[in-house]
T-cell receptor
Framework: GAVVSQHPSWVICKSGTSVKIECRSL??????MFWYRQFPKQSLMLMAT?????????EQGVEKDKFLINHASLTLSTLTVTSAHPEDSSFYIC??????????FGPGTRLTVL | GQQVMQIPQYQHVQEGEDFTTYCNSS?????IQWYKQRPGGHPVFLIQ?????EVKKQKRLTFQFGEAKKNSSLHITATQTTDVGTYFC??????????FGKGTSLLVTP
């Protein structure tokens, strides 16, 4: 299947700092990318959906000013967690799809905010 | 909004026993997908079901989509230790986003 990469795979930061996570589709054009977060032993919760060149659509309860999403190209989307706090510590997973094809998930980024 | 319920939350079986996880949606789904996530890993796509009443098999795994397209099941015959992980169903709502169930964590002991 298609490959989606994420960088970094893990990050530790101080409270109040901002963290950027990259999601790349390596061998296909990701017209749509999704960002999920997953708390330990819980399911994936969709945070936002982004279409290339458009503003992201955020799910209810997700602060768009805190979780900035940029999908400027067909192979790259970024999620920036601004002014991170310990409660933002989580596993962030992106997925990407081309048109109506299936979604492919990235390996995830584990964020720990101290 | 659409909710996808999945049961059981946990299942512990002896190697060789069968395993089934069930998924129910509050609304009719256009399709349903199943994923497997190993501990520490990311979700890996297993299969997609689209048609009402559809049944698909992958070796020891059997996937079913209900007639009303509101429920689905994954059955594993004669489990092996390599089957350990969390199995998620994900229903596709209107638009593109998948709505994940809470998952069923399977533990297989030899």
């Amino acid at each position: 299947g298609a490959v989606v990469s994420q960088h970094p795979s893990w990050v530790i930061c101080k409270s109040g700092t901002s963290v950027k996570i990259e999601c790349r589709s390596l061998d296909f054009q990701a017209t749509t990318m999704f960002w999920y977060r997953q708390f330990p032993k819980q399911s994936l919760m969709l945070m936002a959906t982004s279409n290339e060149g458009s503003k992201a659509t955020y799910e209810q309860g997700v602060e768009k000013d805190k979780f900035l999403i940029n999908h400027a190209s067909l192979t790259l989307s970024t999620l920036t967690v601004t002014s991170a706090h310990p409660e933002d510590s989580s596993f962030y997973i992106c997925s990407a799809k081309e048109g109506a094809n299936e979604q492919f998930f990235g390996p995830g980024t584990r964020l720990t905010v101290l | 909004g659409q909710q996808v319920m999945q049961i059981p939350q946990y299942q512990h079986v002896q190697e060789g026993e069968d395993f089934t996880t069930y998924c129910n949606s509050s609304t009719t789904l256009s399709n349903i997908q199943w994923y497997k996530q190993r501990p520490g890993g990311h979700p890996v796509f297993l299969i997609q079901l689209v048609k009402s009443g559809e049944v698909k098999k992958q070796k020891r795994l059997t996937f079913q989509f209900g007639e009303a397209k509101k429920n689905s099941s994954l059955h594993i015959t004669a489990t092996q230790t390599t089957d350990v992980g969390t199995y998620f169903c994900a229903g596709r709502r209107s638009g593109y986003a998948l709505n994940f169930g809470k998952g069923t964590s399977l533990l297989v002991t030899p």
